[in-house]
């Protein structure tokens, strides 16, 4: 079974607009990691956030990390097109060295 | 820079013919796995090593076998083919216990 599953599965907006997704996970977690897949592509990193850590920024993105919840969120802010893409998140639990993936959010940004 | 490398990019099979995926890297990176991605289901782990001479079992390892052949190259063969395989493969590499660098894919038909 997934470690990490994410919700919504599918996201529709207009450009401009924000996107929000979270991913829920079972175990504890020693970093949460969040990747971008463009439609018949490779997956692509976009942020990690450690287990110690409550909030990241990169650009337009802002996760947070909730481990009594164990969820983390992704928000993209001011959308644009060339942010439609499947969005994964993926944990790498405390013992191990191995991410585990969800199922994704796909996001479509219209112009 | 090439980053990671995967061939063949496509491939179709009849049930019980075998073949290797092979992938490569040329970032000086110590592990590297292989997932498999299906429709709607996310990504899964097949094998992955964490170091040069060891490899170790993911999630769904079973119908796989891999290699770990120098630091750079880590191969996975199907030794008798089903349909059930049919997906698209993705290796990827990591320094360590964080970012991981995909490659662009390999997509498998089994007829």
């Known amino acids: 079974s997934q470690q990490g599953e994410e919700d919504p599965q599918a996201l529709s907006i207009q450009e401009g607009e924000n996107a929000t997704m979270n991913c829920s996970y079972k175990?504890?977690?020693?970093?949460l990691q969040w990747y971008r897949q463009n439609s018949g592509r490779g997956l692509v990193h976009l942020i990690l956030?450690?287990?110690?850590?409550r909030e990241k920024h990169s650009g337009r993105l802002r996760v947070t990390l909730d481990t009594s919840k164990k969820s983390s969120s992704l928000l993209i802010t001011a959308s644009r097109a060339a942010d439609t893409a499947s969005y994964f998140c993926a944990t790498d639990k405390a013992a191990g060295n191995k991410l585990t993936f969800g199922g994704g959010t796909r996001v479509l940004v219209k112009p | 820079n090439a980053g990671v490398t995967q061939t063949p990019k496509f491939q179709v099979l009849k049930t019980g013919q075998s073949m290797t995926l092979q992938c490569a890297q040329d970032m000086n990176h110590n592990s590297m796995y292989w997932y498999r991605q299906d429709p709607g289901m996310g990504l899964r782990l097949i094998y992955y090593s964490a170091s040069e001479g060891t490899t170790d079992k993911g999630e769904v390892p079973n119908g796989y076998n891999v290699s770990r052949l120098n630091k750079r190259e880590f191969s996975l063969r199907l030794e008798s083919a089903a349909p059930s395989q049919t997906s698209v493969y993705f290796c990827?590499?990591?320094?360590?216990?964080?970012?991981?660098?995909f490659g662009e894919g390999s997509r498998l038909t089994v007829l």
């Open positions: 990827a590499s990591s320094l360590g216990r964080g970012e991981l660098f």
């Open positions: 956030i450690r287990s110690n850590e």
């Open positions: 175990t504890s977690i020693n970093n």
